[in-house]
């Protein structure tokens, strides 16, 4: 098969080991700027030019686009689409769970335990907005955010009123949340193809740190899940039409409760973590599946 992977850097961990499993199953394997492609509109034969060339031949494609080119890089991967080549995630899809509000209003009425959230149009009323998740600290978070950015511990009420009055000085939207103290720092990312669970990590941020994320120095190390983390997962990318995608959580004392879902998970943490093969899975639920484009 021809397998074009949608990457703006071809030296990215995860996009190295796409190639090296994809060619490793004979497959021919490319690594394409999606931001240098040309969309063709015209009467039943949509096309992409890329450099000096068409791009008619593709069999499947793997969208690995950056939060910052969400727009331009949906628009190729629905040209691919309305092409008749198979995507491991649409591109509505990977919209969708880029919008976190209407991932986690789509989230709550499937069903799906999650952080007690509030959303506001830059209220005036700080002290309502904290009392509706249960009063102070409370976690604030830009809806554009990724990697940890963007995400503040209010733990006074003061010191949660500043910083929405700063977002919302600089028209900034953000959702408020609860504080689940007895995460304690940790949260667990699985990992999920075709619908299944493949690998699992608990990531621990680093001391006096709440946030977890490895690009701001956590650990993570392989973890088992329980039948309700493993539930949720699998029910959060149904939810979203997501399969192959990663799925955030945190442990409460009322059981797993979702943070987000990452249409397109960086591989390197959670191979490491796992000793898992994630890249070899990925490749072969492309094989399962694209003929049902």
Known sequence: MNIVILSRNSNLYSTERLIEEGEKRGHKVEVIDPLKCDIIIEKEKPTIYYKDRYLDYVDAIIPRIGASVTFYGCAVVRQFEMMGVF???????????????????????AGIGMPKTVFTNYSRDVEEVIEHVGGTPVIIKLLEGTQGLGVVLAETKNAAESVLEAFNGLQARVIVQEFI?????????????????????????????????LHRGG?????????????????????????VCGVDMLQSARGPLLLEVNSTPGLEGIEAATGRNIAKSIIFYIEKNSHKK
């Open 87 to 109: 995507t491991i995630v649409t591109s509505d899809s990977i919209q969708r769970s880029r919008d976190k509000l209407r991932s986690l209003q789509r989230l709550s009425k």
């Open 181 to 213: 103290k007895e995460a304690g720092g940790a949260d667990l990312r699985a990992l999920v193809v075709d619908g299944q669970v493949v690998g699992a990590m608990k990531r621990q941020g680093k001391e006096g740190e709440f946030r977890s994320n």
């Open 219 to 243: 650990s993570a190390n392989i973890v088992k899940l329980n039948h309700d983390e493993l539930k949720l997962a699998m029910n959060a990318a149904k939810a979203l039409k997501l399969p």
